[in-house]
C-alpha cells in the first residue's frame, strides 16, 4: 500500500478473526527493530510477544486479540516513551501494510504478569495483532485537523 493512502487508511482495529503467521510475525518484528531509539541505543529496549492465551486472558482491553507485542525499557525516561512510540508505530503501519488488524495499547500494560518482561526492563507500550476483515479504505482528513502555526 503506498504511504499516504495507508495514513488515510489505517484505523484502530478492535475485532480479529485469527492469529498472526510465523512469517507475519517475522516482519513486524523486523519492521520494529527499523525504528528510530533514542542515541540509536538499542539495546535499552526489548519486545516481548505474547500469544499465549492463558496471559492473554489476564489483560484487561485487548478486544480478545491473539497477539500482543510490548515495548519495554531501561531506565524510563521521556525519551524511552517517545521511542518505544516509534518502535510500536512501526509495528502498526507494517500489520496494516500486510492486512492485519492493529491497536495501539497502554491499558493492559500494568496488568502484565511481571515474570514476562526481562529483568530490569519496565513495560512502556504494547500493540493488540491479529488477522482481520476489516477493510482499510482511505477517508478524507482535513489538512488543518491538527492547527498549525507556522514560523517564517
Known amino acids: 500500500m503506498e504511504l499516504m493512502t495507508m495514513l488515510h487508511a489505517r484505523k484502530a482495529v478492535r475485532e480479529y478473526t485469527g492469529q498472526v503467521t510465523p512469517d507475519q510475525l517475522q516482519q513486524l518484528l523486523h519492521a520494529a527493530s527499523a ?32 497477539t500482543v507485542i510490548v515495548v519495554s525499557a531501561r531506565e524510563v525516561r521521556t525519551s524511552k516513551y517517545l521511542s518505544a512510540g516509534a518502535i510500536i508505530h512501526n509495528i502498526e503501519l507494517a500489520a496494516e501494510d500486510m492486512g492485519l488488524g492493529a491497536n495501539y495499547n ?35 482528513i482535513p489538512v488543518d485537523r491538527i492547527k498549525a502555526n507556522i514560523v517564517k
Not at 526489548?46 to 496471559?55: D, F, G, N
Not at 476483515?133 to 482511505?138: D, G, R, V
Open 35 to 66: 525504528a528510530p531509539v533514542g542515541r540509536g541505543n538499542y539495546d535499552n529496549y526489548r519486545l516481548t510477544v505474547i500469544q499465549k492465551p492463558e496471559i492473554l486472558q489476564q489483560l484487561p482491553g485487548i478486544y480478545d486479540a491473539p
Open 106 to 140: 497502554l491499558y493492559c500494560v500494568a496488568s502484565l504478569p511481571p515474570a514476562i518482561i526481562p529483568a530490569g526492563f519496565t513495560p512502556l507500550f504494547a500493540i493488540t495483532l491479529g488477522q482481520t476483515t476489516t477493510s482499510f479504505t482511505p477517508r478524507p
